[in-house]
């Protein structure tokens, strides 16, 4: 019996638009490239489902956040579903407002928002959310609480609150192993 190949052209075509919009830039104080953040998304929403839609979401997360790509463009280049996912992902900043003075308005508004989401978009935003719970964990192992200082926000308190928060909108995925591994390293790095 002959295996009939997967289609990924969505996927393919995903991780090469975020490969060349995130180009040149490296992941926040780790000496590597931005892409591999993605990717590691991409790879824990994998774990979660085959949906082509999600897993292309999953790589193009960052871009509307973190680059010069408009919502407008994932449209047209992947597709309203994929678009409403990358949207659903993406933290707004409040005009005015710094990063590290909104920090907790965003972060509060982006969670109630993921509380009222579909289990799609919260299978999305927990590729995203242990991709950046297990590089917490890695660096938390070697700086202790000094990793905060990368962070805009520099209270570990904040961060309790923000991971935890996240840990409860996203409940509803913790039949995944994904979410089984989110919250055991939220409780692990916030003992």
Avoid: C
């Amino acid at each position: 019996m002959a295996n009939n190949p997967l289609d990924t052209d969505l996927l393919d075509r995903a991780i090469l638009f975020a490969v060349n919009a995130h180009a040149g830039t490296e992941r926040r104080g780790k000496g590597f490239p931005y892409i591999v953040h993605p990717l590691e998304a991409v790879s824990i929403v994998a774990t979660m489902t085959s949906d082509q839609e999600l897993l292309a979401a999953a790589a193009l997360h960052d871009t509307l956040e973190d680059t010069d790509i408009t919502a407008a463009e994932i449209e047209a280049e992947f597709g309203h579903r994929v678009a409403s996912l990358v949207v659903s992902e993406t933290d707004r900043m409040i005009p005015g407002m710094g990063e590290a003075e909104s920090w907790h308005e965003r972060k509060k508004a982006s969670m109630d928002h993921l509380m009222e989401s579909s289990r799609e978009t919260k299978m999305v935003a927990l590729g995203d959310k242990l991709s950046n719970m297990r590089a917490i964990a890695r660096d938390y192992a070697v700086s202790g609480d000094k990793l905060w200082n990368l962070f805009h926000v520099t209270e570990r308190k904040e961060h309790e609150w923000h991971y935890r928060t996240l840990a409860d909108a996203l409940r509803e995925l913790s039949d995944t192993f994904a979410f089984q591994e989110f919250e055991s390293l939220i409780n692990q790095v916030f003992a």
